[in-house]
């Protein structure tokens, strides 16, 4: 007798935000980026386009940030990833400026997470480049996400709204999701 019944699977996170876990995390960039510079202020996000002139905790510099939509083949859900590590936007910017891979849109990523906190490695390994599956591109054209709402604290996926407002006040795309795609 297993601990887990038989065929379970552990939920999907709901998270409209991909983060990096341990292990493989495959992804499609389906936008161009916004860049920035992060700062923390009561936990909570400050986006600008430019770097601060002052961080909000002196202790903490703020991180500059690349933020993109995505298409994250665990949960086959749209997502937007947020990368402040400086050695993967390292790897995807070499990748874009390669001749051989170029846009980096046109091909798949996975990172792979090892280690944690301080002890965390990434590595960025790309797939050869493909077409995207079709109801991926088809259902990213169904969907409104605004990236520059994340320099206003909005919620990208329904702009004009805070980031945090309560269910009740925002609509929700809850269709994001496609389960019959094959991989």
Do not use: C
């Amino acid at each position: 007798m297993s601990f887990l019944p038989e065929g379970y699977e552990k939920p999907k996170s709901n998270s409209k935000y991909l983060r990096f876990e341990e292990g493989d995390n495959r992804f499609r960039i389906l936008s161009n980026a916004i860049t920035g510079w992060i700062d923390w202020d009561n936990k909570q996000p400050i986006r600008t386009k430019d770097k601060p002139e002052q961080t909000i905790d002196p202790s903490k510099p703020a991180r500059h940030f690349w933020a993109f939509v995505v298409w994250d083949y665990r949960e086959k859900a749209i997502k937007i990833l947020e990368i402040t590590q400086s050695g993967i936007q390292n790897d995807i910017f070499n990748y874009h400026n390669d001749a051989n891979w170029g846009d980096p849109k046109g091909f798949d990523l996975n990172v792979k997470r090892k280690g944690k906190d301080m002890n965390t490695k990434y590595s960025v390994i790309p797939t050869p480049p493909m077409p995207l599956h079709p109801e991926i591109k088809k259902l990213y054209s169904e969907i409104n996400i605004d990236l520059n709402e994340l320099y206003r604290g909005g919620d990208p996926f329904n702009p004009g709204q805070p980031q945090n407002a309560p269910q009740g006040q925002i609509e929700a795309n809850n269709e994001i999701t496609v389960d019959n795609i094959p991989f």
